[in-house]
């Protein structure tokens, strides 16, 4: 979204707010990117995560807040019992041959978190498993996708 917005006061009002409501709800950055989504304005989580930089260089006396909520937003969510258990089912829709977009748009999910349960969480959690089932599926369907490009 950042690099079609041309207007530099527009951008730098957008970087605020999103500053601002981090600070004020530390929702995690992709729960923030979907707010604001539904409310306001279209922005990816990776948008979120570049005006939470640039709102840290614009009041470095809040970066230390910003980089605490962060942490305690990524570093054990695998370990919370919310996260594990859509992770699982996210394995098992795989599994079952539905797409990560199927799977995005059946769950209300954003496509790169369920890509990321599928991809990286999904090999923390079972990495046997994913590698005998998961990762397998996954070349398969990279293989095919690219033969339908020719």
Sequence with gaps: ?????????EREKRVILVGELFEL???STRKLSAFLTNNFFPISNSTVSDYLQRFCKMRPNEVELIKERITNNTSDSIEKEEVKNRVI???KLFEQGFTIEEI????NDNFWS???D???RSRKIDPEHFEEVIKPQL????????SKKK
């Design 1 to 9: 979204m950042a690099r079609t917005l041309n207007d530099d006061e």
């Design 25 to 27: 709800t530390g929702l």
């Design 89 to 91: 089912k996210n394995m």
């Design 104 to 107: 995005a748009d059946n769950t």
């Design 114 to 116: 369920v890509y990321r």
């Design 118 to 120: 599928i991809t990286v």
């Design 139 to 146: 070349i398969d369907n990279a293989r095919s996708n690219l």
